[in-house]
């Protein structure tokens, strides 16, 4: 935090706008909007935002009023499971597409496969994991062919670009999130860019009980309780004048490991050439031959130490012990106990390789260099 978001969070107070309507909803919208050359409806959270965006693209693919009921959606495996949940809230099957090794997102050659195998999917949802553009061009090509929805999930991409352009303006619909450990936060919250004015306002109605405009309550569609409180609007409008300076100090957490960690058998989550990543989290792939023997089920890991290897969980028990926090790459969707019955496509198996070798680091952007040289002597010491 910084003293803006005191500041525009006190004014709602004083000024008692404290309910979803305000000045900091409104600037937050006009912010976002010139950042995106998008249309903005800020909301109670990314996922409120991704469902929004998947009735919206659900509308324009198959009719006002229509549901997803019976219809599939192409979407990352890989990924934190508020990307698939609009999917199964409005009773669509997730058709979950694996990723590729230059973003560790949406492997396009997987994506060509499944619109071989199903040529009548609509709508394509995917991440951009970890801050690192997905490979925008070769999707757009599919997606255009295909003439598909395209919705993305920039909950963690937010101010990260592909050839220039923001993650999360590619497609008709995009999301961004605040909650708390995302770039920029406001405790909470979520935002949806359009492309089309027409549907910002279905989804700022919707987000509000899908109240007509007549003297009484009246509601002729379904409706939802998702509206942003101007409360937290003013800690996320405050936090908006710093998101790139947080850039800068992620990708200077992001170089740091690099450095530290340059003589081990291990590589980073890339940051594809063509892009310019946020680095929201640093991640470490350990190489095949310094993997010690690691097994988990669905709960519980083993593990057996042994000399100049690791695995994920040594290396996250010995950040455990300097109260220092860390995690594995998110465990993919197709793997999940509630997803099991949906189909997967890949090509190669690698976001199964990559949930099983590789972890998050510490990235705070609070973290002084100082600390980060212990944690990457504690990593380093693991490799002994
Ligand atoms: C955090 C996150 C979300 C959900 O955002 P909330 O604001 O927490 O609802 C969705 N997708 C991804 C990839 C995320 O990391």
Redo the contacts with the bound molecule.
């Keep these: 935090m910084h003293d803006l978001e005191m500041q525009y969070m006190e004014e709602a107070y004083k000024t008692n706008w404290m309910s979803t309507v305000g000045e900091n909803i409104n600037t937050l919208e006009n912010q976002i909007s010139k950042m995106t050359d998008h249309y903005a409806v800020a909301l109670s959270?990314?996922?409120?935002?991704?469902h929004m965006a998947m009735k919206l693209a659900t509308e324009r693919a198959y009719g006002k009023g229509e549901t997803l009921r019976g219809h599939r959606v192409f979407c990352s495996d890989l990924?934190?499971d508020?990307?698939i949940n609009p999917i199964l809230y409005e009773g669509g099957i997730p058709v979950f597409i694996d990723v590729e090794k230059d973003s560790w997102n949406m492997d396009p050659d997987a994506l060509r496969k499944a619109f071989d195998t199903y040529p009548e999917v609509k709508i394509v949802a995917l991440?951009h994991?970890y801050g690192t553009p997905a490979n925008m061009g070769e999707i757009m090509n599919i997606i255009n062919e295909h003439d598909a929805i395209l919705i993305e999930?920039a909950?963690?991409s937010m101010g990260a670009t592909y050839k220039g352009k923001q993650t999360g303006t590619f497609g008709h619909y995009g999301?961004y999130?605040?909650?708390g450990?995302?770039i920029i936060t406001g405790s909470?919250?979520?935002v949806l860019i359009c492309k089309d004015e027409e549907d910002a306002n279905k989804a700022r109605k919707w987000s509000t009980q899908s109240r007509e405009n007549a003297p009484w309550y009246q509601h002729e569609e379904l409706g939802y309780n998702y509206r942003m409180s101007n409360v937290i609007a003013g800690v996320v409008r405050g936090q908006m004048n710093y998101l790139q300076e947080h850039i800068n100090q992620k990708k200077d957490i992001y170089e740091r490991y690099k450095e530290g960690l340059s003589d081990l058998p291990v590589t980073l989550n890339p940051l594809i050439k063509e892009g310019q990543a946020n680095n929201w989290l640093t991640c470490l792939l350990i190489d095949e031959e310094a993997m010690c023997p690691q097994i988990r089920d669905d709960h519980n890991v083993l593990y057996k130490s042994e000399k100049n290897k690791t695995c994920p969980h040594e290396i996250l028990d010995a950040l455990n012990e300097i109260n220092a926090e860390g995690r594995p790459i998110w465990k993919p969707m197709h793997m999940q106990p509630l997803f099991h019955r949906y189909p997967f496509i890949t090509c190669t198996h690698l976001g199964e390789d990559l949930f099983r070798r590789g972890l998050c680091l510490p990235s705070d952007n609070k973290m002084t260099p100082e600390v980060q040289d212990y944690i990457i002597d504690v990593i380093r010491a693991c490799f002994e």
């Design positions: 959270s990314g996922t409120a935002a991704l990924t934190f508020a990307s991440v994991l999930d909950a963690e999301c999130s605040f909650n450990n995302k909470s919250g979520g």
